[in-house]
């Protein structure tokens, strides 16, 4: 009994293949360049994240080379690029991106953060000014500050600085760089404060802890702060605020610093050594 019901669904199936035979073929096409954009995807997103930059540039070039007109492989060429800081390579990379129909404000964000990379403040500047004020975005506002700093127009720096805070979730490396402004500009207590802050939003962020012992020992504070730190990164802040007192000529003061980063160091702590050596006129 089932048979003919059997024998129905084959001719059927048969009939269906031959009749559209063609187009199960273009669909199958179809279906494999979608499971191969997949991959193309996923593969760039690994050589974004976890491939070396040189290796992620090459294949991004290679992708390229076959498939010229995606914006996908373009950024990820761009971003590579950076990564591997052939800063001068990334400028041209991001502006080919950014004649693509599909480029967007962000693209032209990272063209002018590629050109500061690339010692082109000018050009960075011009590239920011060219992108509306609607968009807003962290990236743009510390872009924006740090050209402000090498003009030295201090006030819009500090407008551009906290603008960038009030962006982010993660300021501590902006208020590194807004405290490190105002240590370039004399203003020691304020660059002490601002580091203060970027150590608290991030305690494993050494380059702050060591700006902050640099701002206190500008005020001749030649004490460590109440941070957290372990064995080497303390002797390491010794050896920085001994430089500190050294240099504005506390030198018997940089002295007992520098015997307390040596005694401290869980290993032979050469830099400090010498430096040791040096004042002693043993070196």
Same mark, same amino acid.
């Given at each position: *009994? &089932?048979?003919?019901?059997?024998?129905?669904?084959?001719?059927?199936?048969?009939?269906?293949?031959?009749?559209?035979?063609?187009?199960?073929?273009? %669909? !199958?096409?179809?279906?494999?360049?979608? !499971?191969?954009?997949?991959?193309?995807?996923?593969?760039?997103?690994?050589?974004?994240?976890?491939?070396?930059?040189?290796? =992620?540039?090459?294949?991004?070039?290679?992708?390229?080379?076959?498939?010229?007109?995606?914006?996908?492989?373009?950024?990820?060429?761009?971003?590579?690029? !950076?990564?591997?800081?052939?800063?001068?390579?990334?400028?041209?990379?991001?502006?080919?991106?950014?004649?693509?129909?599909?480029?967007?404000?962000?693209?032209?964000?990272?063209?002018?953060?590629?050109?500061? &990379?690339?010692?082109?403040?000018?050009? =960075?500047?011009?590239?920011?000014?060219?992108?509306?004020?609607? $968009?807003?975005?962290?990236?743009?506002?510390?872009?924006?500050?740090?050209?402000?700093?090498?003009?030295?127009?201090?006030?819009?720096?500090?407008?551009?600085?906290?603008?960038?805070?009030?962006?982010?979730?993660?300021?501590?490396?902006?208020?590194?760089?807004?405290?490190?402004?105002?240590?370039?500009?004399?203003?020691?207590?304020?660059?002490?404060?601002?580091?203060?802050?970027?150590?608290?939003?991030?305690?494993?962020?050494?380059?702050?802890?060591?700006?902050?012992?640099?701002?206190?020992? =500008?005020?001749?504070?030649?004490?460590?702060?109440?941070?957290?730190?372990?064995?080497?990164?303390?002797?390491?802040?010794? $050896?920085? *605020?001994?430089? %500190?007192?050294?240099?504005?000529?506390?030198?018997?003061?940089?002295?007992?610093?520098?015997?307390?980063?040596?005694?401290?160091?869980?290993?032979?702590?050469?830099?400090? !050594?010498?430096? *040791?050596?040096?004042?002693?006129?043993?070196?």
């Amino acid at each position: *009994m &089932r048979h003919p019901l059997l024998v129905t669904l084959c001719l059927s199936g048969a009939v269906a293949l031959s009749a559209c035979g063609e187009s199960s073929e273009q %669909s !199958v096409d179809r279906a494999l360049q979608s !499971v191969n954009a997949v991959d193309d995807a996923d593969l760039s997103d690994v050589m974004l994240s976890v491939a070396d930059a040189n290796e =992620a540039v090459e294949y991004f070039k290679r992708t390229l080379a076959e498939k010229p007109g995606r914006i996908d492989l373009q950024r990820g060429l761009a971003i590579s690029l !950076v990564r591997a800081k052939r800063f001068t390579e990334a400028v041209p990379a991001w502006q080919n991106v950014l004649k693509n129909a599909k480029s967007t404000n962000d693209d032209r964000v990272d063209l002018a953060d590629a050109q500061i &990379r690339a010692g082109r403040w000018e050009d =960075a500047e011009k590239t920011l000014d060219a992108i509306p004020p609607t $968009h807003e975005t962290f990236k743009r506002y510390r872009l924006e500050a740090m050209i402000a700093d090498s003009n030295k127009e201090w006030s819009k720096a500090d407008h551009y600085y906290e603008t960038a805070v009030g962006l982010t979730t993660r300021p501590a490396g902006v208020m590194n760089n807004w405290g490190y402004s105002k240590l370039s500009r004399g203003d020691f207590a304020d660059a002490e404060r601002l580091f203060g802050e970027a150590v608290r939003q991030d305690n494993t962020l050494f380059t702050a802890k060591n700006n902050l012992v640099l701002a206190r020992g =500008a005020q001749r504070k030649y004490t460590l702060p109440v941070i957290p730190m372990d064995q080497t990164e303390r002797a390491q802040l010794l $050896h920085t *605020m001994a430089l %500190s007192a050294i240099k504005q000529g506390d030198t018997e003061t940089g002295k007992q610093l520098l015997q307390e980063a040596i005694d401290t160091h869980p290993q032979h702590f050469e830099s400090a !050594v010498r430096a *040791m050596r040096a004042l002693e006129g043993t070196g």
